[in-house]
């Protein structure tokens, strides 16, 4: 865990985090801080060099002169109590960019910074900033009037030079700098951020780069100090149905007065998990598969409340071996949102193009803004969907992967299972190429004991258990995977098949399909029977091979349902249907009057 200190010589009072939460490719003009002590309006305020701005996409000047985010983490200034104490993530920093032209029909590009500082003195401002291409130094002067009125008197330093790399950049108002106490204890106190250099009016798509805004101060001697958090919950892995997680919030929060804390807590999906608050005691119960945010807050009667957030995913509960095989064999593509089939989770990544060996730590999930247009009537059910990166659902088929780029790129497919009292359990399933394109994707199988650790190849003979991206239509099926000694007997396991990113840095990805994952024990007399009697396909045609000397009904279906061929077979051997089928997939029901089977056979 992250330690941050109850009380320090100066406080953080305001700070902007950027992150995913700001809309991508979209002309901003304000920002609010995302981090603040002070319960009053503390904001960025821009105003672009082009008069009419932000404009639709459909003006030439769309996405000119503008305030956006951009795709640029630093470490430079970053501060974790701003970020609910988590350390820097690159993969999960954006940034600010501000974009040619600088000069126009409406003035010059300008952030203006709304920085109250009520109750403190010592104001020090930070950021860091990079040039692309675009300016030559930022000119930065102040206002403590609620009407400004800028000025640089007694600034030690106004002009400050930009580099191609970012840089710390740093302005004091305190004794240690300019002494600019009029910047104290201020409601109106603010600070103005132009731009300078050659061509200003220049529009060849250059941008100067911001990250980690900060204000600091040190409270003065009347100030009552808000709650500190001191320890921080970290990110939380449960089980549904599992055992509970509780912490004592009270070693959570500090608070630099002494003052008697009050606590609240909420949960973004209580149908998912459960939060509960006694005292300072909560309690989180994990009750299905998926994720959701928990929100806790700390008031001392006289500052605003003190959040923080952390979060709860939720792992499958385990199928227990004891009571059968373990299947999965279809999935519809009309399932609604954050459903996943039993005992089991599709996992996506905080990425593009997830590697090997990348953190699949989030469940499946398509916000409402990240669904293409084209999929806009079916919002909710991400199963459907045409664009973007997806998991489709197949219906008899299984499930199909493709990965597009969009921050959340996929991912795996996760099945838990408790395997006390087994000594030998095989793996059986099936993984085709739906299209293989220009990037180049593989499913790997891997796993884990309990939830905690790196995933570990699953070996078979000696090999890692891969299908690589093949041509398309292609179909491969893995039979007889005996599970490790080490994964027997245990009460948690997971298996998951990894959809990873191989090779290849531009055009499309690999489609992959998942399907009719089985997982049992050794042979027992029903399961030898099934073993009598076996559909399969060759060359656009169904055969059948009965070992068992009994008449059956034999029915083939498409993956619709509908039935395509009604017929008898009676003896032992080969047996060749009639009709010849088009690729695909189809469903064998095969009948007589003490038994029924079903077999799922592909046509290539």
């Known amino acids: ?24 490719n979209t002309p901003l003009t ?15 305020e821009y105003q672009s060099a082009l008069a009419g701005y932000p404009f639709d996409s459909d003006h030439p000047n769309w996405r000119k002169a503008s305030m956006e985010r951009r795709n640029a983490p630093t470490d430079i200034n970053y501060r974790p109590i701003a970020n609910n104490g988590l350390p820097y993530n690159a993969s999960q920093m954006r940034g600010i960019q501000i974009k040619q032209p600088f000069t126009g029909d409406g003035g010059e ?40 009125e800028w000025t640089t008197q007694n600034m030690d330093q106004s002009v400050f030079a930009l580099e191609d790399n970012y840089l710390l950049f740093t302005i004091d108002f305190s004794p240690d700098g300019s002494n600019i106490s009029a910047a104290d204890d201020n409601p109106y106190f603010k600070i103005r951020i132009r731009f300078d250099g050659d061509n200003m009016d ?28 001191t320890n921080p919950i970290p990110f939380q892995k449960l089980i549904e149905n599992g055992i509970t997680a509780q912490f004592d919030l009270d070693d959570v929060y500090t608070d630099p007065d002494g003052d008697d804390l009050s606590f609240d807590a909420v949960s973004s999906r209580p149908d998912f998990v459960q939060v509960d608050i006694s005292g300072s005691n909560l309690t989180i119960t994990p009750v299905r598969r998926g994720d959701a945010i928990v929100t806790i807050s700390a008031d001392d009667g006289f500052n605003p409340e003190v959040t923080y957030e952390f979060r709860s995913l939720v792992y499958p509960e385990a199928f227990d071996m004891r009571t059968g095989d373990f299947e999965f064999t ?10 996943y089939p039993e005992n089991m989770i599709f996992l996506q990544s905080d990425t593009d193009d997830p590697g090997v060996d990348y953190d699949l730590l989030y469940p499946y999930f398509i916000p409402e803004d990240d669904y293409h247009g084209d999929d806009e009537a079916t919002i909710g059910f991400p199963y459907n969907n045409t664009r973007r990166t997806r998991i489709n659902g197949l219906g008899a088929g299984g499930v199909s992967f493709i990965n597009t780029g969009r921050d959340r790129d996929l991912g795996g497919a996760l099945v838990a299972l408790n395997t006390l009292d087994q000594d030998n359990l095989n793996i059986n399933f099936l993984i085709g190429t739906m299209l293989r394109n220009e990037r180049i994707y593989a499913f790997r199988l891997q796993y884990r004991i309990g939830l905690d650790g790196a995933f570990t190849n699953l070996l078979h003979n000696g090999q890692v258990v891969e299908y690589l991206a093949s041509a398309d239509g292609h179909i491969q099926s893995f039979e007889n995977i005996e599970i490790p000694q080490q994964l027997l007997n245990q009460e948690y396991v997971q298996l998951l098949w990894r959809y990873y990113h191989v090779e290849g840095t531009s055009g499309p990805r690999a489609q992959l399909r998942l399907d009719d994952i089985i997982i049992n024990k050794s042979l027992g007399t029903d399961d030898y029977f099934t073993q009598q009697i076996k559909a399969w396909s060759f060359d656009n045609r169904i055969f059948i091979r009965n070992e068992t000397g009994e008449q059956f009904a034999v029915q083939i279906f498409n993956i619709t349902g509908q039935l395509l061929s009604d017929q008898q077979i009676n003896g032992m051997g080969l047996h060749t249907l009639e009709g010849s089928y088009a690729t695909g997939i189809y469903m064998v029901s095969i009948q007589s009057e003490t038994v029924q089977r079903s077999f799922k056979v592909f046509i290539q």
Do not use: C
Not at 330 to 339: F, H, I
């Open 109 to 148: 590009n300008t952030m203006i910074f709304h920085l109250p500082t009520i109750g403190y003195e010592e104001i020090v401002f930070s950021f860091a900033a990079i040039d692309e291409g675009a300016a030559e130094s930022l000119i930065i002067d102040y206002s403590v009037m609620e009407d400004p």
């Open 30 to 44: 304000e920002l609010d801080a995302t981090y603040s002590l002070l319960n009053e309006p503390t904001k960025i």
């Open 330 to 339: 279809a999935w519809n593509n009309n399932e609604s949102e954050l459903t």
């Open 202 to 229: 220049a529009d060849e798509g250059d941008r100067v780069t911001f990250n980690n805004f900060s204000l600091d101060g040190k409270p003065l001697p009347e100030t009552n100090n808000p709650p500190v958090v």
């Open 1 to 24: 865990l992250s330690i941050f200190p109850a009380m320090s010589q100066t406080n953080l009072i305001h700070f902007w985090y950027f992150d995913g939460n700001i809309p991508n």
